[in-house]
């Protein structure tokens, strides 16, 4: 497995980095042995250290947690344990060996986008620079149940599938009130 920490306005040194393999391979060896990469975002704002993993596991799914804290320790153990919790509660949907051979011979391929606006410096006047990046995604067949625990363990606002009881490309998306939403696109 490939586990990558970045830093972001800190210098991560060797004592932390190790910590933070050490703790994602034991939890990764413990209940995901599937699992094909993991990345770890560590940034300082101020007095704040924030903590983000991302594991991907070869099913298509991945699991995201975040945690922020003034110890760096502190954020990157509460952050694992956040990562342990929501593997454990949906471990029974993530190992249905039947379900990941079909994920993995069928899907379609789709492309990603991802936009974020950055600040070139501090300063409040500095003028913004917009970020996009690219990454190739598949479009999964999945059941509406399966969208959903995919929607909660990887935090994302949506998540289009293509609906493994009917063969529809279906949405589901979290909305306002923190219920899940269905769209289920039916042709003419």
């Known amino acids: 497995m490939q586990i990558k920490v970045f830093g972001g306005g800190i210098d991560i040194g060797d004592s932390l980095r190790e910590y933070i393999v050490n703790g994602i391979t034991v939890l990764t ?26 594991l991907h ?25 956040r990562l342990e919790t ?11 060996s039947h379900r990941r051979q079909k994920w993995e011979s069928e899907g379609y ?15 409040e006047e500095d003028e913004e ?12 067949f999945l059941t509406v149940s399966e969208a ?17 009881d009917n063969g529809r490309i279906n949405i589901v998306y979290k909305r306002k009130d923190k219920h899940v939403g269905w769209i289920d696109y039916k042709d003419k």
């Open 29 to 54: 060896e413990k209940y995901v042995a599937d699992s094909t990469e993991a990345s770890v975002f560590i940034r300082k704002d101020r007095k704040t250290f924030s903590v983000e993993f991302i």
């Open 148 to 164: 959903v625990a995919k929607l909660d363990l990887s935090e994302a606002p949506v998540v289009m599938f293509k609906n493994a």
């Open 129 to 140: 620079h917009l970020i996009i990046a690219e990454q190739e995604k598949f479009v999964l």
């Open 86 to 96: 929501r593997i454990k509660k949906h471990k029974n949907r993530l190992s249905d």
């Open 57 to 81: 596991l070869s099913n298509g799914f991945f699991v995201k947690t975040d945690f922020e804290s003034d110890d760096p320790y502190k954020a990157v153990n509460l952050a694992l344990e």
């Open 109 to 123: 391929a789709a492309t990603d986008y991802l936009l974020e606006r950055k600040k070139s410096n501090d300063n």
